[in-house]
């Protein structure tokens, strides 16, 4: 009795998991149904570009937009807003000196049928007879539009398109295209971008004066002594990208005789082979002074900061900054250390200090 | 006799004249080694066409003249910085970005103290110059010093970037992204996913595998994991550039801060990273970043990450908090089985009665 019971129980569940399992499937499907349009309709405009035909600043010229239509839905209008953040949910600020609201429409490709409904300084509304997509690949060339006058800033369109023929309601696909204008001779016009350097014993802060002493004697090398020296020199920039100061020449040497450069941040060692340098206060040996200046992102680098340990590697950058700096002193040290079986000779090097640009 | 002693005598006066004037034309010779140049220079170029442009260098040494020798290096980079690794070896290869063979300068300058010159360069670009970036590097170099163990020598460098126009190769892939400890004195770059410091950046890695140098912009949104939002609205501010073949880190200030400064008498801006206010706890960033030339397709690269800021004080507090929960929950259970275990006493006691 109760066995007979326990089938017609298993029965019974089981009919249901077939039921369960049909109406899991028809419910997924009707999902998939009902949302598919929908992501549909949030897709990215693909191979979207910008071409300016002079990239001139505050010219009037003509841009040619771009872009692939995603979705197969039916579009009656195009918006393009001119920002200078291609982020579409952002604020929109409208890149310095630009204006579009002389725009003429000259010339479309693919989907076409489009004329101006509505333009001001950083926005074009593109309107025509809602239709579907047939050549989704489409060009549309505007005349007489100013270009921005900031050549430091880019700046992107926002592209959206819409059903509606005044771009309004749902957007059907977004995306953004880059542009920037250059002056074709420099990209930074606003202040002349400067690199100021200089190099001695002893520098000022400014570079307007130097001890005028370019050579240092450090003494008579003793195998048990460490000998040094030290100089200065001044760097500060107003260019965005900062200054890199980079130290090259091969360490001190008398004929095919050379004293070994510490290619590793090392203590100094009285009796062994050495050379380095650094750019930091010391106690051993006392030399050198910590970098002068309030800049705090003008800095020397970091195997050339630890105080009593020094290193030399022609090519090394020895001190940067990643972007505008004012003046900055660096003290440059220098340590000499000979072992008994070095040969004698005078040894000397020219340390050539490189201030350049980053990039 | 007499003119023997008169040619004599002369000679004698100008070897000593030369004598007694060598040492000072020596020293003379020592070029200043103070120089104010242009760090940067960017042009666009189609094929067939040439720029002119000049090059302004000043002496800021009131006393010596500054003597520079000029030449034309290839660059590359030194790490996923923005440090030009200059090619100055006599011998050096040339690059295939090399802009050296298109780039005139001249060979040599004298400017007189506390004055500057203005010198003209040019750019031609041949005709069958495919598009993309070329670049390289003028170099201006003070003569090296006689004497002493340790000389001294003074060299500016100017960077000069030329893009030609065109259907230019565009590969950027971002390698990697999250929050970014940023070089420090005594310190190198890296990325963190935990961190005890309040990171003021967040930092995305560029491999550039195309022909052209690029310059990414975009945004990067930071949401706690309670919902707070914070938007990085420029992820490039200075706009630094990924060289060719360079994967090249971008570090973009959580909150950046702008200062003006008086630079050499001209107005300037600055922009460094400030403190921003992170609660603890973990955060999720997105990185929404476009990239491309005039006239190619604009691209553009999404990235999640995510990182724990958990400061110190976060930790000590978050410790104590768990220990007193921990503690009052051993009181409870302990209460509690003190409670059960008088309560089955009595029982027991009855029992054995």
């Known amino acids: ?359 | 006799m007499k003119r023997f002693q008169s040619i004599l005598v002369a000679a004698f006066v100008l070897l000593a004249a030369t004598v007694y004037l060598l040492p000072v034309s020596s020293a003379s010779a020592q070029s200043s080694a103070s120089l104010s140049i242009v760090p940067r220079k960017n042009y666009t170029i189609e094929p067939g066409k040439s720029v002119k442009d000049t090059l302004t260098i000043r002496n800021l040494d009131a006393e010596r003249p500054l003597e520079l020798q000029l030449r034309v290096v290839d660059f590359t980079f030194d790490d996923d910085g923005g440090t030009p690794k200059l090619m100055i070896a006599e011998d050096a290869p040339q690059t295939t970005w090399s802009l050296k063979p298109y780039l005139t300068v001249p060979k040599s300058v004298t400017i007189a103290p506390k004055s500057s010159k203005t010198l003209d360069i040019g750019v031609s670009m041949p005709a069958n110059r495919g598009a993309g970036s070329l670049y390289s590097a003028i170099m201006y170099s003070s003569g090296a010093p006689d004497g002493g163990n340790v000389g001294l020598s003074a060299t500016g460098v100017t960077l000069v970037f030329a893009t030609i126009p065109g259907a230019v190769d565009q590969n950027l892939t971002l390698t990697k992204f999250g929050a970014y400890n940023a070089p420090r004195e005594g310190s190198k770059g890296e990325y963190v996913y935990a961190t005890t410091q309040m990171p003021r950046t967040i930092g995305f890695t560029l491999k550039n595998d195309g022909n052209v140098t690029e310059s990414p912009v975009g945004s990067i949104t930071l949401k706690h994991m309670f919902g707070e939002e914070t938007v990085i609205n420029d992820i490039n501010p200075n706009k630094s550039l990924a060289l060719i073949g360079q994967e090249r880190t971008f570090a973009a200030c959580i909150k950046l801060q702008s200062q003006d400064v008086n630079f050499n008498g001209s107005a300037s801006q600055t922009k460094a990273c400030a403190e921003p206010s992170l609660l603890p706890g973990l955060y999720t960033a997105t990185l929404d970043m476009y990239y491309g030339q005039n006239g190619n397709n604009t691209q553009e690269l999404t990235k999640t990450a995510h990182f724990w800021y958990l400061p110190l004080w976060f930790i000590i507090i978050s410790v104590i908090v768990l220990l007193l929960i921990a503690y009052f929950v051993w009181r409870i259970v302990s209460k509690v089985r003190g409670y059960s275990h008088r309560k089955a006493q009595p029982k027991r006691s009855t029992r054995r009665r």
């Open chain 1, 1 to 359: 009795m109760h066995h007979h019971r326990r089938a017609q129980f298993h029965e019974q569940v089981n009919s249901w998991h077939h039921v369960w399992s049909e109406a899991v499937l028809s419910f997924v499907l009707a999902l998939l149904l009902l949302v598919a349009p929908v992501s549909a309709a949030q897709m990215r405009l693909q191979d979207r570009s910008l071409y300016i035909q002079s990239s001139e600043p505050s010219v009037s010229t003509s841009y040619t937009v771009s872009f692939r239509y995603m979705s197969p839905e039916p579009v009656g209008s195009v918006n393009m807003l001119f920002c200078v953040d291609p982020i579409p949910y952002h604020e929109c600020v409208t890149p310095p000196g630009l204006d579009v609201s002389g725009a003429t429409l000259a010339d479309q490709s693919g989907e076409s049928g489009f004329t101006i409904l509505s333009k001001s300084t950083n926005r074009i509304v593109l309107t025509r007879t809602t239709g579907p997509i047939t050549s989704p690949m489409s060009s549309y060339k505007f005349d007489n539009i100013i270009n921005p006058s900031n050549t430091d800033l880019s700046f992107s369109i926002r592209l959206r398109t819409h059903a509606t023929p005044n771009a309004t309601g749902a957007q059907i696909d977004f995306g953004s295209v880059k542009g920037q204008v250059t002056d074709g001779i420099t990209l930074e016009t606003q202040v002349p971008p400067m690199l100021i350097f200089c190099l001695a014993e002893e520098v000022a802060d400014n570079c307007a004066s130097t001890n005028e002493t370019f050579y240092k004697d450090m003494g008579t090398l003793e195998p048990n002594a460490t000998l040094s020296a030290q100089s200065q020199m001044a760097v500060g920039t107003n260019a965005t990208g900062g200054f890199a100061i980079t130290a090259s020449g091969i360490p001190p040497s008398a004929g095919t005789n050379v004293i070994a450069p510490l290619v590793s941040a090392t203590e100094s060692r009285p009796g062994s082979n050495q050379f380095g340098i650094n750019l930091v206060a010391n106690n051993a040996p006392a030399v050198g002074i910590d970098p002068q200046g309030i800049w705090a992102n003008a800095i020397a680098s970091s195997d050339y900061s630890v105080p009593n340990k020094y290193k030399y590697v022609s090519g090394d950058v020895v001190a940067y900054s990643p972007n505008v700096s004012l003046m900055k002193k660096f003290t440059v040290s220098y340590i000499l250390n000979t072992s008994e079986d070095l040969k004698g000779g005078v040894y000397s090097t020219t340390i050539t200090y490189i201030a350049s640009g980053r990039f």
